[in-house]
Structures are given as structure tokens and as C-alpha cells.
């Protein structure tokens, strides 16, 4: 007997809920098996990862600070794949709009300019970070270039720029040497939301950002667009739509809102420019979006789970001497069983006795 | 005479990475499966190939432990992408977030560990032949086993029945499951050559290229030899011819940086990442009227049974 | 059904007692989820005969013959090769079961002859091969050359390269699934004379058509399936066109009713020396198409698939663009440089071929199909924002009006039947009461029932002054409904004839790209 998939007549819409859930109890299943290979106490493990953040205000709140960059991301780049463009370098446009806005701060430095710094940066990290996606999107359209490769090649080009700058020109006169811009004046500072905590501004621009997304896609004819020309192009064509334009203004939106992603961390919790500034926000951002479901709400959610894996795994590696890199592997392997079980919304699982099935030799 | 001959050389070294890694997409992508975590496989590739020659003390053992790293990354991968049906563009990329993640489990304990590298080719007389001595006969064997892999599988897909019916399945799935050709399954061999190859490619580094294992050690590697494929145009032979000129740009900008060039290193080390967006722009625009990849390229089959 | 089950099977005991028959299905059920495609089949083929397989579209008869062939797994009875149960897939083909499918199973970019290695076991030589592959195609009169890549070849050649590849297996049974719906009626003849030759050399033949006269001329026994299960087994040379029909259809179909007086008006769509690069890379070169079309008027355009069709439907449509506005005018207005939505605020309305990812997003719901072509000129959207209520209203009011059957109020555009599908999208169109409807194969694939709705309605639309053109492989279907028919040859389209002259002997010699003046004149001499 084998296990065959059969297509279903209609799209599943039990499975579309619950399957993301399926997902993460078979990445936490997977997870166990790991802690204890690593020779680590598989539930004190689960709970330094999943259950000791939620319990202490601060974590939450660091859990909100890193879920909006995620978020943010992951929202540009699931009107791109809803639409079948595949920008993969959010990492690098989040990198290009820190190293604008930052721009702007380190120019302003010990100037006596006055509160619009901050909306200028944020303005100049959303326009760099749209002009930097452009670049492949403009490959895409005009000559056909896969934007899956350009744009990850941005990536590295973006961190280069980076490295180079701080090394370089901007670099803190009075920095010991490190690779760092001066911390930035408190008129290019993103405000914080309490005194003395850790939520910023920031948290309420992603939510407006999420509400906006929710909007466009489910009630707008532009919204439709998108999802229509990711779901049947050649329909899409038919519509009226042109597939095309369409790229360019999400591979734009996208690199914008990772741009603005980009200098929110930079001017928010981290508070100057250095290397490093991301974890791979912009690589776990596609996570995100899928784990999400390319749906609004759905990317809030699983930013903020994603982001309490973040947490959890500093916290497990403080307490159990657990690597970081297990938060990545974990990362990776959620998104498998996502994918996974996201293919049984459209397939169903059918058995056959394999004697039956077409075969023939390929020799 | 020397320095061209070290050029040479160290083209040749860094050409070799890319030229297995492509070759064995390449026999992916000719069946129909467009496989992204060709980086994913590389990077796991190193970390398992520096672990096997560190415990071992054999270069040889080290590069089977890489070929079989890649090949089980690329069994996830079919089993994903080929066995439930998904895309294979997110499939690609879940497994280079996932390798990237596991390779650094793996390497951890390996980083700052030192191995003998894998030794060269030495012939009394040949050997010394100035120029091209080292060239021809002083390499190591990865580079003897690429040029010989591109050979084989050029052999194959042209040559052979099974290369013919590898190609059927990349152009039509439909008609070559009509005919009675177990598509899924050629499929899961290609992509699983694939990760043969690409755990092969990423066993080099830490195995020839520089003696010790550096978590994130590819550097692109993976997504250059995706790139290097569609500039082949789907075609081994290019394939050679593309991978020695990336080779070249690479050892040259390094050149270049030692030279002292006035310009920042950084803008130096970006060029063989901007060189592979040159290169698909003038080559997508060149074959503008048509594409030349095969044409069920990356599309989900699923068997009516 | 028992009662329809008409036991007057003239080939059984008198013609081949003593012999078994070569192939049987016993009881043959193929179940896809709650839906029953075959039902319980018994057939006997019998050696040197010519079986015909009867049916509408979606009756279950490719679901037979591909489970005959094995490529599909039934759920239940067996099939039988001269008395033994068949193993498998491989089995039957090894035994000597050779198929031409309907939709080629051929691969664009390899050569004829890679095409044909295929299709064998690979057990001699490419060169060998290839020197047999002459040699057959010489022998029956199949003409290829085998170095040529398939995708430079007609839809003709590329039956020819399937039938050759099926003969050099020497199969005692061949399979052919609907084989002349691709052919010009002088190919076909060519076709028949080929199977005629089969049949007599003791091979036996499964062809599957819905064509009643070609099932009558051609074929020995005829069983026909409906709904999946089979009606009967007959002579159809003892059957009139008629009865065979109400076999099929298991009714007296809805005869489609002309309006008797429809007049004509202004014209409504023109068309001037368009001529059109190929968009895509094996596409087709559109060459000085003109012709007029008024208000009230049918056209049709005849041809073989893949001789421009779907081209000229893209360039009178706004997918592609020409660079000269007045090479197609609509309403008066040069529109060769608008865009489809454009287009369609003049008032041209548009049902391509293929009803799944071109029509319809299959995987979006019905009122998210009526907004894919109603976002621009109904009402649907207000300032960029969906009004819901409207896209819910098309889709009722497509309900009502032209019979759309499904399973709930609003479900996902690849869940229905292809003719239903085919009478919403339609629908859909005709709803928006456009002056000008452009149609590709209008009930392509759909069953008998549905074909006579949209039949009518394009009738209907055209009596209310619309001018409609429809593009159809369908001979029969277009002198049923044009006023005048043209044919597209090779990218070109030959000037209109009216209905009552256009003979199929004469849109055969279009379609085959004869010119007709010529044999005309041969055939005055001849009377």
C-alpha cells in the first residue's frame, strides 16, 4: 500500500484553520527529540523557550519589540507572494532603510534640528528600502531576470554598504574603534511607549500597518488584483490586470515597509548603526508570512510567536546553554510542517495498493 | 609567470564549488524541479564534511559524509515539494533557512578546529611542467571529480535513454506520466543527485578551499551556482564556461584588495554579487524572445490516479 | 437503466463464436471521491473490429479507456486480455495496447524521433528505431520527418507522430481518443482509411467519438455510456443518428431555435489588415485578418486548433496590443491600442477557450470570477472599494438565468462541471448586455444540455443586436449558429462564406489551407 495525494474539489477551509496549529505541535514534537539529543532536558528546554517569557513584563514587551520588524516585514512581503513575486531580499532592503535613515541621524548629529528628524528618517528609510527592491523587480519586468536571485544578491551587497560605512565614514570618532555610528540624538530616537520600558512607537505603526494590509486585500479591488494575479495569472491578464505593474508596487511597498522596518530597529532599540543590526529579521519575515498564511492577521500572530522563539531561545541559552542556532533549526523546521500541512487545504491523502501503480522501468 | 600560474590556480580552486554545485541543479532542473535550498544543502554539506574528515582524519570520508548531508537535505526536499505537492520556490527556501540554522548546530563545536587539507596531485616531471604543470596535473581531486561530473552528466542527458526520458519528464510531466513514466520518482533521483552534488560542492570548502569550518562559510555560493544554471541556459557545457568566469571575477577582486587598489574592500567584495545581477539582466534580455528553461520547470504534478 | 439496456448486440455469438474476445472489462467501477465515473462496465472487444465508445463529454469514457490502458487504478472489476486477468498497467501494454490520446502525450522540445523512443521500451537501438520509424510511416502513409522538434509541427503531424509511435509497437489493440476533433474532414478521411487498413489486418480498435455520422460510417459495434454507466451495446449502422443521440443524451435534447428574421445593423466590430507578432514562443504570426461585423450577426472562424485562434482572440480582446488603434474597431472607435478593460467599457464583452486559469481563477470563488471581468463596467467597485452585494447578485442572476448547477450559493470556480462552469462564464458575459461578444469554443468539453443553453444564449444575444463572433473547431456547431463562416489558416483568414454555402468539403479545403477558386472550378467541370 501507498500513500497517494488526491486533489480536493474545493479548498478546505477546517484544514486552513487548524493546520497551522498541526504545524507547530509537530514542531514541537520535533523539538523534543532534538533537546534531547543535545542531551538537554526536553520540557525544562520547552519551557525556557515557550512558557518563561510570557512571564515576566519585560519579555513580553521584548517579544512586541521583536515582533514588529517581523511583522512589518513579513506583511510586504506576503502582498508579494499573494501576487506570485518572489522577494526573498527583505533582508537587504531592511539593511539599505537603516543605513538611509541613518544617514539623515548621523547628519543631523549635534545639530539643534528640531522633532522632524525622526519623520524625515522614517520618510528616507521607506523610500530607500522601495527604491532598493525596485532593483529587482525592474530586472524582473524589463529584461526577465529571476527576482529570486537578484534580490538575495542585494542582500549581500546591502551588508557590505553597511560594514562599509561604519567602518568608514561614519564611524564614532569617540567609538573605541568599534564599528558603530554615535548613538543617535534623542530628536532621532524612536519614542518609547512607557518610560523606562521597552515598547515603542514602532508596535503602533505595525498594527496600523496590519489593519491597512487587512483592508486592501479583503475589500479593495487592488487587494483583489494582487491576489488574483498570484492565484491564476493568465485570468488575472484576462481581468484586466497587468501582472507586471503589479510587481513593481509590491517589490516597492514590500522594500518600503522593510526599509521603515530597518530604521524603527535602528533608531529604536538598538539606537545607533552597526553591523549586525538584524538576527535575519528579513529571512525570518518569510516564515512569518507563511506561518501567517499570507493573511494580515495571521502574520500579527505568528510574528509575535516568532518573536517569542527569538526570546525564548536568548533565555535558553542563558539558562541551559542551549545554542542559538537550535532557535534557527527550529525556525526552518516550523516552516516545513507549515508548508506541509498547508498542502492538505488543496490535497487530501488517498491509499493505493502500489502493485497498481504505472510503472516502468527507466533503464 | 608565477602569478599567473597562482591565478590560475586559485581560479580553478574557487571555480570548482560552483561548477559541482550547478552541475548536479542543473540534472534538477532538467527533470522539471526548481530547487532553491541549494545553499541550505552546501552549507550542511560543509559542516558535516569538516566534521567527518576532523573525526576521521580522512579527507575522502569527509566529502562522503558531505555527499550524504546534501543528499538527505535534498530528500526532505522531495518529500516536501515532490511528495505533497508543495511549492517549490517556498520548499527551496524553507530548507536554506533550515540548513543555515543546522549547519551552525553541527559546526559549533568545530569552529576553531584545524584539518590537513586535501592534498594535491603530484607527478615527477608532469607536475613540474612550468605553467601548466600545476594546472593540469597538481590539482586536488574535487576538481578532477567536477570537470569529470560535468562530462558524465553532459554524457547522460544526451547520450543515454534515461538521460532522454529525465529531459521528457522536464518538458511535459503530463505526457511522460502518460507513457507510463513514474515521474515523481525520476524526480526524487534528479533533485537527490542535486543534494549529492551540492553536499559535495559544500564539503570542498572546509575539506580543500581554506583548512577549518566558519559557520556561514558559502557565502552565496549556493544561490551563485541557481544563478550560474540559468546562464548555462540549461546546458553543461556553458555551465563550465560560467563558472570559470565567475571564478575569475571572484580571485580577481581578491587580487585586487591586495593590490591595494583604492577602493574600499568592501565595494570589491560585492562585485561577484553584483556581477550575478549583471549577468542575468544581458542574458535575460538576450533571450528575450524565448526562455530556454525546460518548461515544466518548477510546476506542481500531481499523478491523476 | 435496466430497461435501457438493449441486448440487440449484433457482433456477440453469431460473428465470433467459438472465439473469446480479446479484451473484456468485467464490471469495471472507477470511483474519484462521492463521484462515480464508471459504473460497473462490461465490454467485449472483439479481434478485427472497430468498437466505437459513445458518449457526451463527462460520461466516463476516458475514464474507461484510461483504466483500459492503465493508467489509472479502477476501484473495482477487472479487465481481461483474451480470457486472463490483467496484472497491471505494464501488462497491457506489453500484451499489445496501444493508445492516441486526445490531448497528445508528446514533448514539445524533443525530436519526433526522441518522441517516438519514448513511447517504446527502449530495447533497440535509437538508430534502429529510427530507420523502423520511416519505415512504418512510409508504410501506412503517415509522412514525418524525424528530426524535426514537435512544437514546429501541425496538430495533423502531431496526431501522425502518436498513431506511428502507437503501430510500432505492432499493438493487436489500439485505443484512439476522440481523434478527428482536431481534423480537418480531409484529414480525417486520410485517418479512416489508415484505421480501415488496421482493421483489416485482424487489429482491433477502440475509437472513442461523439460524432454520430463518423461512428456510423467507420465503426463495427458501438456502446454507449452515460453518466458513467453503459447504455447499450449496437450496430450503429442499424441505428439512426437520432436514436443514437437519445442513447447518449437520454432525451430529446432541446432543438436550438434561430430567430427567423434577425436583422442586421451597424457594424459593431471591424477589423483592418491586423497583423501580430507571435507573443509567445512557439505562437503563430496573424497576417492582414480583415472583416466586418454588424450588429445582429454571428460570425463564425473555423480552423484546425493552433492555426491562430487563440492569437486573434488576444488581439481582438486588449491581452495584446498592436500598435496601429484603428486595426480593430469597436463601436465605431479605434481600439487596436486600448486595453481589455478598455475595451470593455465600449462595450465588448469576451469568453476565451479555456474556461480553468484563463476564463476563471479555479481556485476563487464564483463572485470573485464575476469581478474579474465586471471590475470595470458593472457596478462592482466604488472607489476602490468591492461591493460585495453586486459580485453576489451576478453570480444569482448567471444562476437563474442560464442554469447553473452547483452545490451551494457561492463556491469556488474549479468545483463545478465544466459546463456549468462554461454557462456562468458565458452568463456572466451576457449578463453585462454587451454590443459585442467575442467567444473561443464556446462548449468545448461540455455536455449536450449545457452546449443547447449556450447556444441559444448567443443566439438570443444576437437577435437582440449584439454582434457575436465564435471561433469552433465545431463544424457542425457553427453552421448550427453563424451567419456567415470564415477559416484561419497558418495565421490568415480566408474571406466569409454564408452558411448555406459553406459546405464541409469546402471548410475542410480552407482548413487544410487550399485555396478554394481552383477546385471549384474542378468540380464545375466535373458536374
Redesign the interface.
Known sequence: MQLVLEKRAERSNTIALVSPLIAIALTIVTMVILFAILGKNPLLALHAYFIAPLTDSYSLQEIAVKATPLVMIAIGLSLCYLANAWNIGAEGQFLIGAVAGSWFAVKTQGTDAGAWVLPAMLVLAAAAGALYALIPAICKVKFGASEILTSLMLVYVADLLLDYLVRGPWRDPHGFNFPTTAEFDPVATVPLLIEGGRLHLGSIIVLLVVAAAAILLARTIKGFEIRVVGAAPRAARFGGFNANQLIILTFAVSGALAGLAGIIEVAGPVGHLQPGISPGYGFTAIIVAFLGRLNPLGILIAGLFLALTFIGGEQAQIAMKIPLDVTKVFQGVLLFYVLACDSLILYRFKLVSSNQQVTRGVG | MELVEAIILAVLAASTPLLIAATGELVAERSGVLNLGVEGMMIVGAACGFAGAWLTGSIFIGALFGIVAGTMMSLIFALMALGLAVNQVATGLALTIFGVGLSGLIGARFVGERITPAVHLSIPGLTDIPLAGRVLFGEDAFVYVSVALVVGVWWFLYRTRAGLILRACGDNHVSAHALGYPVLRIRTFAVMFGGACAGLAGAYLPLAYTPFFIPGMTAGRGWIALALVVFSSWRPGRLVVGAYLFGTVTILQLHAQGWGVGIPSQFMSALPYLATIIVLVLLSRARSGGSTAPAALGTVFVPDR | MQAHQRMLDPTSKGLHSGESPLLQTAGLTKRY?DFLANDCIDIDIWPGEIHALLGENGAGKSTLVKAIY????PSAGEIRWQGERLS???DA?RRGIGMV?Q????????TVA?NV???LD?KESFKHMSARLEQVSKLYGLPLDPRREVWQLSVGERQRIEIVRALMQDPKFLILDEPTAVLTPQEADQLFIVLERLKAEGRAILYISHKLEEVKRLCDTATILRGGRKIATCNPRLETAASLARMMVGGDIKEVKAASARKTTVPRLVVNDLSLAPG???GVRLEHISFELKGGEILGIAGVAGNGQDELFAAL???RLSKDPGTVVIEGIAAGHL???QR?KLGAA?V?E?RL????????KLS?NA???G??ASGM?HR???DTAATLKTVDSATERFDVRKAKRD??A??LSGGNLQKFIVGREILRKPAVLVVGQPTWGVDAGAAAVIRQALLDLATAGAAVLVTSQDLDELSEIANRIAVMFHGKLSAPLATSEASREKLGLLMGGSSLEPKEAAHAVGA
Open positions: 471521491g492503465g493508467l489509472i487504478q497491471g498497467p505494464s501494454r490520446f490531448h497528445f502525450s508528446l514533448f514539445d522540445n524533443l526522441e523512443a519514448l513511447g527502449g509567445e514562443a512557439h480582446s486588449g491581452e486595453s481589455i478593460t470593455r469576451f476565451p479555456e486559469g484563463h476564463g476563471a481563477a479555479p481556485r476563487m470573485e469581478l474579474l471581468t471590475h470595470a467597485v476602490g472599494f468591492i463556491p469556488e474549479g468545483s
